[in-house]
């Protein structure tokens, strides 16, 4: 079976520093992970996702996210968070053999 | 391309009514997910279809939730009998058929349904 712990619940963070939302998945098969945005009453945009090759990947807005296989992480950082970066950001898992599987989410509060 | 397309946006209903609620796929997925996402909480997967068929219902409450996709038209859940606590948002996402064509395109999320019983 597959999972996914997003170790953060919440994480506030002042407006221009540098933030890193922790993900960590379990799988006993190969997978593709996701992260995906959601900001307030709104659906989930996809930021970005690994499927193989290099391990750093370059999502929208300025966020990244290093794929560790033997940490099995998956971690999403930006360098200097903007306050529209206040949203709900989700890590998720895909083993191609069912569903994406999400982790519980991260709150991202962005203040000035 | 429109995108994955849900209705209604907002859907208010009295205990003991039915929910309907459509999801049409991007054009060229043929595959349909529907995840309910709780006040405060993260999505929750409930059934995974694609045209005519169920292929994983395990995250659907056994009891009052169907979901379908039929040949033609769009994918629909299905709450009879609605309670409080079915209170959500209900998001649909649809993916290509083939697994490494899911992975370079993702998943396509609706805009959600929000389910309201009072």
């Known amino acids: 079976a597959q999972s996914v712990t997003q170790l953060d619940s919440q994480v506030p963070v002042f407006e221009e520093a540098p933030v890193e939302l922790r993900c960590n998945y379990s799988s006993s098969v190969s997978v593709y992970l996701f992260w995906y945005v959601q900001y307030p009453n709104q659906g989930l945009q996809l930021l970005l996702k690994y499927l193989s090759g290099s391990t750093l990947v370059k999502g929208i807005n300025g966020f990244e996210a290093e794929f560790n296989k033997s940490q099995t992480s998956f971690h999403l950082r930006k360098p200097s968070v903007h306050i529209s970066d206040t949203a709900e950001y989700f890590c998720a898992v895909d083993t191609g053999r069912r569903a994406l599987t999400f982790g519980s989410g991260t709150r991202l509060q962005v203040q000035p | 391309n429109a995108g994955v397309m849900q209705n209604p946006r907002h859907l208010v209903r009295r205990r003991g009514q039915e929910a309907r609620l459509r999801c049409s796929p991007m054009k060229g997925h043929s595959h349909v997910y529907w995840y309910r996402q709780l006040p405060e909480e993260g999505l929750k997967f409930m059934v995974y279809?694609?045209?005519?068929?169920?292929?994983?219902e395990s995250g659907m409450p056994k009891e009052r939730f169907s979901a379908e996709f039929p040949k033609e038209g769009p994918s629909i859940l299905r709450i009879q009998q609605v309670v409080r606590g079915d209170s959500a948002a209900y998001f649909c996402a649809s993916s290509p058929i083939n697994v490494g064509d899911r992975g370079q395109e993702g998943y396509t999320f609706g805009s959600g349904t929000r389910l309201t019983v009072v």
């Open positions: 279809l694609q045209k005519e068929n169920i292929i994983d």
